[in-house]
């Protein structure tokens, strides 16, 4: 069973996008909330995705991803980003982020990420 874990301080903004990558990927979804935690959680196992919000208890989500690399480069990732695409890519080139979600991710971005990971090795 494939696991994800959703990094947010509003895990109600992440349901719709929890619900169906549990029904459409067959896998378990659990979130976390801080920085800390992540490491810990990746600590005891590797989830198949980690997606980040914009901003997590203070720290933004493109530093989380960056830590996230920084301890295992092979946890594929996901950041929710308001910046425009060009300004997403320039922002966070270099740190192997596979998408960048709106600020409300919903199933159709499920399905997205679904299919990204279905596309790699």
């Known amino acids: ?5 959703i990094v947010t301080s509003h895990a109600n903004k992440f349901s719709e996008l929890a619900d169906a990558l549990g029904r459409q990927g067959a896998a378990e979804v659990t979130t976390t909330a801080s920085l800390q935690e992540v490491m810990a959680d ?3 196992a590797t989830p198949n995705l980690v997606i980040i919000d914009e901003e997590v208890d203070g720290t ?3 530093k989380i991803a960056r830590a996230i690399l920084m301890k ?6 996901a950041v929710v980003s308001s910046l425009s695409p060009q300004e997403f890519h320039d922002t966070a ?3 192997g982020i596979m ?3 709106p600020p409300e991710p919903d199933a159709a971005q499920a399905k997205v ?3 990204i990971l279905e596309k790699m090795p």
């Open 1 to 5: 069973m494939k696991h994800f874990l």
């Open 42 to 44: 990746l600590s005891a």
């Open 60 to 62: 933004s989500g493109l």
């Open 72 to 77: 295992n480069a092979m946890v594929n990732q």
């Open 93 to 95: 080139e270099g740190l």
């Open 99 to 101: 998408a960048q979600l």
């Open 113 to 115: 990420l679904l299919d």
